[in-house]
C-alpha cells in the first residue's frame, strides 16, 4: 500500500514499477501524474479530439496498469506507454468525428526534420483578426494532416508538435528509424506541396 508517510515520487521509477507488479497498487498513481500531460498531448497530437484524447490517455493508463506484469525491467515505461497511447488514439479514430485544432506554422522553416516546423502556441493578445487568419491557416493544415496515412500523420505529430526525438518515434510506432525518417519527411513535403504560398 502507498503510506502518506512515504514520497513515492523520490524512488526510481523502476522501483515503483516493482512495487506495483508486487502487488503495490498505489504506487501506480506516480507513473500517472508523471506521465498523464505528455500522454494527454500525444493523443491529441493523433486524434484532433479533446474528448478523444481524454479518452485514449485514460485508456492507456488503464491498459498499460493491466499488462505491467509484462513489462520488461531493460525497457523504457515511457515508450512502452506512449506506444499503447498511440495506438488507443487511432482506435478512436475509427469510431469518433474528429475536431479541428488549432495549429501554426513557425516561418523560419530550414528543413524537414525542424524541431520547430509545427507547434501549438498560446493566442493570448492576438487581434479577433489575426486568430481568424490563424484558424483559418490551422484548419488548411489540419486537413492536410487528416488527409495523410496514418504512419504519416503519427510519425509527424509525435516528432514535431509532440517534440520527440526521431529514433524516440521509431521506438513509440514499433518501426526503423529510416522509416520514421521517411514518413516525417513524405508529410512535410506533403503539407509544403498543399500549402504553397502559405507558408
Not at 80 to 89: A, E, H, P, R
Not at 141 to 147: F, G, N, P
Request: glycine content about 6%.
Amino acid at each position: 500500500m502507498l503510506h502518506n508517510e512515504y514520497d513515492y515520487t523520490n524512488i526510481d521509477e523502476q522501483d515503483i514499477i516493482n512495487r506495483v507488479q508486487t502487488g503495490e497498487t498505489d504506487c501506480y498513481e506516480v507513473l500517472v501524474k508523471k506521465y498523464q500531460q505528455k500522454a494527454f498531448q500525444i493523443a491529441y497530437g493523433v486524434t484532433s479530439n479533446y474528448d478523444d484524447a481524454k479518452d485514449a490517455a485514460h485508456e492507456a493508463f488503464i491498459s498499460a496498469f493491466k499488462a505491467i506484469g509484462t513489462f520488461k525491467k531493460n525497457a523504457k515505461f515511457s515508450s512502452w506507454l506512449y506506444t499503447i497511447v498511440v495506438n488507443k488514439s487511432k482506435d478512436k479514430l475509427r469510431v469518433r468525428q474528429r475536431n479541428y485544432r488549432m495549429v501554426y506554422i513557425d516561418k523560419a522553416i530550414k528543413n524537414e526534420e525542424s524541431e520547430s516546423f509545427l507547434e501549438l502556441k498560446d493566442e493570448k493578445g492576438k487581434s479577433a483578426v489575426e486568430l481568424l487568419e490563424l484558424k483559418e491557416l490551422g484548419d488548411k493544415i489540419q486537413v492536410v494532416l487528416e488527409s495523410l496515412p496514418d504512419s504519416q500523420r503519427t510519425a509527424f505529430t509525435l516528432h514535431h508538435i509532440n517534440g520527440f526525438a526521431l529514433a524516440e518515434v521509431a521506438g513509440i510506432m514499433g518501426k526503423g528509424l529510416s522509416t520514421i525518417k521517411t514518413h516525417v519527411r513524405r508529410a512535410t513535403l506533403e503539407l509544403r506541396n498543399r500549402l504553397d504560398g502559405e507558408l
